[in-house]
């Protein structure tokens, strides 16, 4: 790979790492038993040998330069380590490289194999893999898996910067606490000397993307931890040496893992990178990150298809009238969600856990509305939540052991979640993913996760009561990459409560995921145009009509214009005895179209994503949210201009599209009045648009196309 240099050298004595990924540079060394950051750029230079050999700037004794952290056996092992060996393997994605420095514990029986992932793009990945060369079980009780300095002050005062005024450093993540806040992405001024931010409780919409900015020099550092459970990231500014520094990595109550003696175990990954240029520059890096090498590659003959998906709602033929209703309108694929499960029709949720048919499907069950679906020329796809285990369920009254406890007591009663580092739970579960995508034939598949388990079950191992999240993400992991591996030409969906488990865990095994189950306006493109900040419009994935109300809350155009930013699921389409001849529907089918049509091309080969509102989150007052998709090669794009406020003064956004190639005439349609009009590049990049809306919660959506010469 041209794009990709890994060395190992010695610099001063010190055995060294050096990567090279794109633009970024990336050196470590073990210097007097601890494994520390040397010196990273992200510009592509190697820093001169003499500069080298006197880095790092910082006492490793007094500042925090450790690239990783590890307490086992109550233990500190930031220190005390021998370099064994360093080599190179392919990565276990297609077109990456990693690189492994192999560190002993002197005191400790601990070997820890360091591996950082390249894939040619600015952003490197990095895990550990941690084994117990002893003869007892270690207990892992805390890891932070990346760790170190992201920048350190020491730019000349005569810079145009007021520090008096601004802080040096920024912190960007998701203030997501509950439900319906997925994409509430906010900064904060890193001015105290420690902030810590810490999803625990069970808090599955807090997902682990942050973005540190320098204010001085304008770079942006991308970190993501790939982990969907409880997670702790820390940012400290040293004020006296004006050093900004973090730690991330998975949280919980120790042990959060017990390794037994010759056993291996892997953390989770990080994946960081820094870039230069404005915000939607270093998100298209990041996204190259992703596209190239974390989430999986679409199957060849499902880029992007527009769905509709509805709870089996009524007994029998039901299902299959919404199916026609589908067809008729002109989606490309058709889900049965939850309810088609279980001995009895009814209150599905309360039978999770039994992923039998039930017999008040129409005849033939299952397979006869596949059958259906595809005789209607679409993709068929199913819901499941193969994690959880409902008492109600008669896989619970068989094996109520299966059920995760919170405290050993054998009273839980609040976790409705199968334990899957009970081995047969955990082959049970791999089971029934395997058969419903396999039996069924799907085209596409679901799974959900509604559960919440604030500090995680427990499990007697070796003396220790272990906390069982490390273990059931290895389970769910390891299925969905058996998964991919087997069944290469399904697409995967994942959902949880919505937007929950987002993170690049549950993404690197998932083909798109679920913006939110509050899907209605403004909430729905205001989180779209937020969590595209770090993952790729065209895998997320919107609910459409989710809420009984949605439609209430803005006019049709907008209410259906937000189906074009992400990949769109129409829950139904009103009554089954409904006249689909109206307004209603004949907009419906239009927009419809146009995701299919002039926005498929787009949305399906890689995005380039403008935010002209980036940093409006979901909550905090705001006049416009406007987010734009061009193609790569700048021949087409939309926006959309959605009105938030109600501020009369601020009627007119003056709207300069991004994705324009000066040099060429474009033609250019207003969709709310349908005029179509030509104007050069230069023009509508540099003098722009004047879009004048009035009422708030009101929209225009802007199509351009080149013209050809």
């Known amino acids: 790979m041209d794009n990709v240099k890994i060395m190992f050298y010695k610099t001063k ?39 080298l050999d006197n880095l790092p700037a910082y006492d490793p004794l007094k500042h925090p330069i450790n690239t990783f952290n590890l307490v086992i056996d109550g233990q500190s092992l930031h220190n005390q380590w021998s370099w064994i060996e360093s080599f190179k393997r392919p990565g276990k994605c297609e077109g990456t490289e990693e690189a492994v420095v192999k560190l002993a514990h002197k005191i400790r029986p601990i070997t820890v194999n360091v591996v950082t992932c390249l894939d040619g793009t600015a952003v490197l990945t990095r895990y550990l893999e941690i084994t117990n060369t002893g003869s007892t079980p270690a207990a892992l009780s805390h890891i932070s898996v990346l760790s170190g300095i992201l920048w350190q002050d020491k730019y000349p005062f005569e810079l145009p910067f007021d520090r008096s005024q601004k802080s040096t450093f920024s912190l960007g993540y998701f203030r997501s606490q509950v439900q319906g806040e997925e994409g509430n992405f906010v900064w904060q001024p890193l001015t105290s000397e420690i902030y810590r931010i810490e999803k625990s409780r069970g808090n599955m919409f807090y997902n682990p993307y942050f ?48 390794i037994a003696p010759g056993e291996t175990v892997y953390s989770p990954k990080v994946h960081f990178g820094a870039m230069r240029g404005n915000i939607d520059r270093a998100t298209d890096i990041w996204y190259q990150h992703l596209r190239s090498s974390v989430i999986p590659r679409r199957p060849e003959n499902k880029k992007m298809y527009t769905i509709a998906g509805r709870v089996v709602e009524k007994p029998g033929d039901w299902i299959l009238r919404e199916i026609d209703i589908a067809a008729e309108m002109g989606v490309e694929a058709f ?7 279980g001995k009895e029709f009814g209150e599905w949720w309360k039978l999770r856990g039994d992923w039998f048919e039930g017999d008040f499907l129409p005849a033939g069950g299952i397979k006869a509305i596949r059958d259906y679906v595809h005789s209607k020329g679409m993709l068929f796809g199913m819901w499941i939540e193969p994690e959880c285990l409902m008492e109600g369920s008669e896989t619970f009254k068989k094996h109520p052991e299966w059920k995760l406890e919170s405290d050993l007591s054998g009273h839980t009663d609040h976790y409705n979640l199968i334990n899957l580092a009970n081995p047969e739970a955990a082959k049970h579960v791999e089971e029934v993913i395997m058969r419903v995508i396999g039996e069924y034939q799907l085209d596409f598949y679901k799974t959900d996760y509604n559960q919440r388990v604030p500090e995680g079950g427990l499990n007697l191992r070796d003396g220790y009561a272990e906390n069982e999240a490390w273990r059931h993400y290895e389970v769910i992991y390891g299925i969905y990459d058996r998964v991919l591996k087997e069944f290469p030409g399904i697409a995967l969906e994942s959902c949880a409560s919505g937007g929950g488990r987002l993170d690049l865990g549950i993404m690197s095994r998932f083909h798109y995921g679920c913006q939110s189950d509050f899907s209605y306006f403004p909430r729905s493109i205001r989180s779209i145009n937020a969590l595209t900040l770090f993952i790729p419009p065209e895998s997320l994935c919107y609910y459409h009509n989710h809420f009984p109300f949605a439609h209430e809350m803005t006019d049709l155009d907008t209410h259906l214009r937000v189906t074009l930013f992400a990949i ?31 926005c498929r091309p787009i949305m399906a080969n890689h995005p ?49 599209p991004r994705g324009i190639d000066c040099s060429r005439k474009y033609n250019v349609t207003m969709d709310n009045n349908g005029v179509t009009f030509t104007i050069s590049g230069a023009d509508l990049k540099n003098k722009g648009l004047s879009i004048l809306i009035e009422n708030s919660y009101t929209s225009e959506l802007i199509l351009y196309s080149a013209v050809d010469e």
């Open 335 to 341: 889900m049965v969600d939850a309810g088609w499960y």
């Open 211 to 258: 973005i540190v900015k320098n204010e001085i020099i304008g770079e942006y550092f991308f970190i993501a931890l790939a982990w969907s459970e409880n997670y702790g990231a820390e940012f400290a500014l040293d004020r006296v040496n004006k050093i900004l520094s973090f730690n991330i990595g998975p949280e919980g109550p120790a042990p959060l893992r017990v």
């Open 568 to 598: 769109p699921i129409y829950v139904g389409f009103g009554a089954q005895n409904a006249e689909r001849t109206g307004i209603y529907y004949e907009k419906t089918r239009k927009y419809i179209e146009l995701a299919k049509g002039f």
């Open 608 to 656: 380039v994503v403008y935010h002209h509102t980036p940093y409006i989150g979901v909550d905090v007052p705001a006049e416009w949210c406007v987010l734009e998709y061009a193609s790569k090669d700048r021949k087409m794009g939309y926006v959309g201009l959605f009105r938030l406020g109600a501020d009369q003064n601020k009627n007119e956004y003056i709207l300069k």
């Open 13 to 51: 004595g010190r055995d060294t790492a050096r990567y090279v990924s794109g633009t970024t540079v990336y050196e470590e060394c073990l210097q007097n038993g601890r494994f520390i950051q040397l010196f990273r750029s992200s510009s592509g230079q190697v820093q001169r040998e003499n500069v």
